[in-house]
Each structure stands twice: as C-alpha cells, then as structure tokens.
C-alpha cells in the first residue's frame, strides 16, 4: 500500500464525521459517497487504524488516503468498441448484457484488458476504471478514466450531473410527442423527460412508441421505473414490467444510451460521443408493424 494523501485535522473543527469530512480534504475523493465508499473498502486509516464510517473526526487526527494494491482485472475475451482516447480517459461502448463492473469475470473491466492504449502519463491508472455505470442489460457509451486526475474530476462531473447522456427506449404502448415524468422514487424527487421519435401498431401493445429520453436525476433503474409508472414498459424489461403486458424479452432490453457530452477534465474543450441505437430497435418496430398490417387486412 502507499499514502495518495495525508491529512492533520485542525484545532478548530467543528464535531463532524469522518464520512462528511474526508472528502473536503483530500482532492482525489470527489464526493462525500467516494469518501464513504473509501473508508469502507480500507483505504483510510487515522492514527494508523482502520477507519470506519461512524468516526467522529478530533483535532489532531492523523488521516490517510491509501493506495489499495487491487487485483488485476483478468481478461475476459470479448471485442469493445472505443469511440474516443486520448491519453487521459476513453469511451467506449458496452454491450448489452455485460455489466460495468463487480465480483464476476464477465465485466466490462475484464473485457477492455488490452483493449485501450496505456497512458504515459505519471498518473496513470494501472488499468481504465470506469467513473459511472450502465445497467447490465442496457448498451451505450461508458466512460473510462486513464489518469488519477481524470478518474476525480470526472467522478466529480458525474456527481453534480454535469454530464448530458441522451437514451433511446422502445416501449409498449402509446405516448405524447413529448412529456415529464415527475413520480418520485425511492422517496426523492425524480424526473425524466421524453420525447417521441416514432410509433408503429402492433399486434401484442397495439403500439409501440421510440423514445428519446433525458435524465435530470439519477435515482437508480429511473428511466425503466418511470415508464413502467407511465404505463408503457420498455420492451424487455422483466423487473418493472407489469404481469399483464408482454415482455417480449427474447431480444433482451430495448433501452440503449445514444450520447453522452462532457468537459474534458484535463484539457480545454468538451467530449461529445454518439452511439447508434441496436439494430434491433428499427428491427422490433417494422415488424411488429409488418405483422399488425397483415393480421388486419
């Protein structure tokens, strides 16, 4: 292990704990959850112990940001388009299915071994680290940090909701040209706005409705909880979708991120990325149009 940031509490601070403390002095924690998430992993100690969350922080205190040595990633054989690099970060597009990251082989992490140009910068990541997620079934645009610098002051973007991500879904039923949903979730305020691309019958929804969709919170499955609560389940979606609509789920997910815009953290200038919805999306509607019109001849 080796110390990325040491800090001495002061004589004057107020009573507060370590959990909502930590991230206001150390630059490489972003947020108060990357500083909760520190301390739970063991990357902390103050005064040469392991800390915990429920610490109250004293003056004097000895704190230490460490440098966890984590294992490698191990290569997991599977083709990953990278839609942008440089030499601080990457975006690349996850396929369907495949999640971010976690206990599993299967993961995007494992998949990208090899895969992005190592950065000859002296803060380097040992390997990309992706500074946010998708869900498992849904494909788009996931953006990887090269550098320490860059992995801070993206998850930092990601947090305060800097970053503009653009979605495409297909679901079962009608909609407005446009519209907001406003349903809280989890008990906080939510909202996701929409507008409709395209609609065509069909013989299981009598319409499916192409969205395009933006995110103005980040509660976690938003978009999926919002259309289930709209009443027009995206296509697929086993979780929310209610027991007397189709699911259709042989396709998988038909929910897919197409844009995602952000500052460059490291240079002037923003990084815009765009990524094509499935095929199965354009695939899905023509056929079930296709059916519709020749059951109603």
């Known amino acids: 292990m080796e110390v990325v940031e040491e800090h001495i509490v002061p004589p004057d601070i107020a009573p507060v704990r370590l959990s909502d403390y930590i991230h206001q002095v150390f630059e490489t924690l972003p947020s108060r959850k990357g500083g909760k998430k520190a301390i739970q992993r063991g990357a902390v100690q103050v005064d040469g112990e392991r800390a915990t969350t429920a610490l109250w922080v004293k003056p004097g205190m000895h704190i230490v940001l460490l440098e966890l040595h984590l294992t490698p990633p191990k290569p997991f054989p599977v083709p990953v388009s990278v839609l942008y690099e440089d030499d601080f970060l990457a975006v690349v597009h996850k396929p369907p299915g495949l999640p971010v990251s976690g206990n599993h082989y299967r993961t995007l992490v494992n998949a990208l071994v090899g895969q992005l140009q190592p950065s000859p910068l002296s803060d380097a990541l040992p390997w990309g680290m992706p500074v946010h997620r998708l869900d498992a079934p849904t494909s788009g645009p996931v953006v990887i940090a090269k550098t320490r610098s860059a992995q801070v002051k993206l998850g930092k973007a990601f947090e305060e909701r800097e970053v503009q991500k653009i979605y495409q879904a297909v679901v079962c039923g009608r909609t407005s040209d446009e519209g907001r949903i406003e349903a809280p979730l989890d008990g906080k305020a939510a909202l996701t706005t929409f507008r409709k691309l395209e609609e065509y019958r069909s013989l299981n929804c009598a319409w499916l409705s192409w969205l395009e969709l933006r995110l103005h919170t980040g509660r976690t499955h938003q978009i999926r909880r919002h259309l289930a609560h709209l009443g027009t ?29 952000f500052d460059h953290p490291c240079e002037q200038g923003k990084v815009k990325v765009e990524a094509p919805p499935p095929e199965k999306f354009r695939a899905m509607m023509e056929r079930s149009e296709r059916l519709f019109l020749r059951k109603n001849k």
């Open 233 to 261: 389940p995206i296509l697929g979606d086993e979780a929310y979708t209610p027991e007397d609509k189709p699911l259709l789920h042989k396709k998988g997910l038909f929910l897919s991120a197409v844009s995602i815009v």
